[in-house]
């Protein structure tokens, strides 16, 4: 290959990397600016906050017959809140993790992306688009104060540590309880562990056996631990929950956003099955769907249960971007064709979209103005709770938190009574009069989706109440 040829080539690599990552860089524009005002951002977001306030003193997993459930796992509790005391408040200390965790696990994807033989390209392109999809797709999530983000990054370093490890004849012990770890951050990020644990065993055979017994015991001192030091702690995270498979069919139309990228990775690796790196790429998206699709048997799971599977479809498609030369297309297109049309599609699916919340923060500053005079509304709410006498509940945690009232009737522990066919709602009201809380419907305009712009609307966005 001449030398203009070759220049040519990496100059259009580094075009199609430009796009992907000022793709990636538009649609963090919202959940990065979004993040500083006190409007609530998921059903997660408050939530988090009670409890990262407790985090230092009792009640961190409530009494049985409490109104409240806390079903996550402590770390990220404390975690949040050591930081709160240096940073500040909590809520806004969370949300910043979930962006700096996001970006970590764009490059995180990319370094896996390379251990498994990709080249440069490849890693820095499956790193943004991993970016680019989670702030476009999953925005709910990046910048909210939940430890999914975080979990996901812990649990990929332990990622990195395994292959690492493998790649040069050490033990998987250590990168194994660094994924043990993660699971005491968020419980649901299990994708990559079982992908772990499945490819010693079909590797290692009998070598396998000591590390997971050594994983087991810590799993199993861990948990004992936590139920030591909070007796209801297995109360808590095994609260009631409504199942029904019918809401896989939810979940497999959950899909589109990351459906392009799965397939052109799933195309790949069973062209590549016979290579370590395909089989590994297959088995990891695999149990990513499959996790996927079981979590979401369970009411109330959200799109972060799908978080698995974005990342081990953007390791996927980083591969086949770098081995464009084995896809179906590359005896037509040849490979950097190949290259030009994964990129294209998955641009195209990123942009198909009529949310223009970061074209509005960049260039209208009508809008931006808004988010001040919504967060007006968020304390203004919280000086009226704040005069309402005994237990409130709010529907914005946010705003009852700000308001300087206990945390004493959790939404989704209540709503899964009646879903559960525990209560009835008749009986659950009654249960509430009985404990005398006071039901404070929020404004709309105190949640961050008051100010979701759709170029495509047909009707007007809710409009900010001036009182």
Not at 363 to 388: C, G, L, M, T, W
Request: proline letters at 5%.
């Amino acid at each position: 290959m001449s030398r203009d040829s070759t220049t040519t080539i990496r100059i259009r690599e580094v075009a199609l990397l430009a796009i992907m990552g000022l793709i990636a860089a538009y649609f963090m524009v919202w959940p990065v600016w979004r993040a500083w005002f006190p409007l609530d951002i998921g059903p997660t977001d408050g939530w988090n906050a009670y409890f990262q306030d407790l985090a230092f003193g009792p009640g961190l997993y409530p009494a049985a017959d409490a109104l409240v459930a806390n079903n996550y796992p402590p770390l990220s509790f404390y975690f949040i809140a050591a930081l709160g005391k240096v940073f500040g408040d909590p809520l806004y200390v969370g949300r910043a993790v979930s962006i700096l965790a996001t970006l970590g696990i764009g490059i995180e994807t990319g370094v896996v992306v390379r251990q498994l033989g990709g080249g440069r390209f490849a890693s820095i392109f499956a790193g943004l688009w991993v970016v680019a999809i989670l702030a476009r797709s999953f925005n709910s999530y990046v910048g909210r104060n939940d430890p999914q983000l975080l979990a996901e990054f812990i649990m990929m370093l332990g990622l990195i540590c395994f292959l690492h490890n493998r790649g040069r004849g050490f033990s998987s012990t250590m990168p194994l309880l660094l994924m043990v770890f993660a699971g005491f951050f968020k419980h649901n990020v299990v994708a990559v562990p079982l992908t772990a644990l499945i490819w010693m065993l079909l590797h290692d055979g009998r070598k396998a056996i000591r590390p997971l017994v050594i994983v087991a015991l810590v799993i199993s001192a861990g948990l004992l631990s936590c139920q030591l030091a909070y007796p209801t702690f297995f109360a808590n995270m095994l609260s009631p929950r409504a199942y029904s498979i019918e809401r896989v069919l939810i979940a497999l139309g959950r899909l589109q956003w990351v459906a392009p990228a799965l397939v052109i990775s799933i195309v790949w690796s069973w062209r590549e099955r016979t290579k370590t790196p395909a089989r590994f790429t297959m088995l990891f998206v695999g149990i990513g769907l499959l996790i996927y699709l079981i979590q979401w048997t369970g009411d109330s799971v959200m799109d972060n249960a799908q978080f698995d599977l974005v990342i081990a479809t953007a390791v996927g498609v980083g591969l086949a971007y770098n081995h464009a030369a084995s896809l179906p297309l590359a005896p037509r297109l040849g490979v950097a064709g190949v290259r030009t049309a994964i990129v294209t599609i998955l641009a195209v699916r990123l942009l198909a979209t009529g949310r223009i919340e970061p074209a509005l923060i960049l260039f209208d500053s009508n809008y931006r103005a808004q988010f001040p005079e919504h967060a007006a509304i968020v304390h203004a709410e919280a000086a009226k709770v704040a005069r309402i006498p005994g237990t409130v509940f709010c529907e914005n945690h946010i705003v009852c938190r700000l308001a300087g009232k206990p945390f004493e009737v959790d939404d989704f522990k209540t709503e899964q009574f009646v879903n559960t066919g525990r209560l009835t709602q008749a009986e659950l009201s009654a249960l509430l009069d009985r404990r005398g809380v006071t039901n404070f419907g929020s404004d709309p305009a105190t949640r961050a989706e008051s100010l979701n712009r759709d170029m495509f609307a047909t009707r007007d966005p809710p409009v900010a109440a001036r009182n």
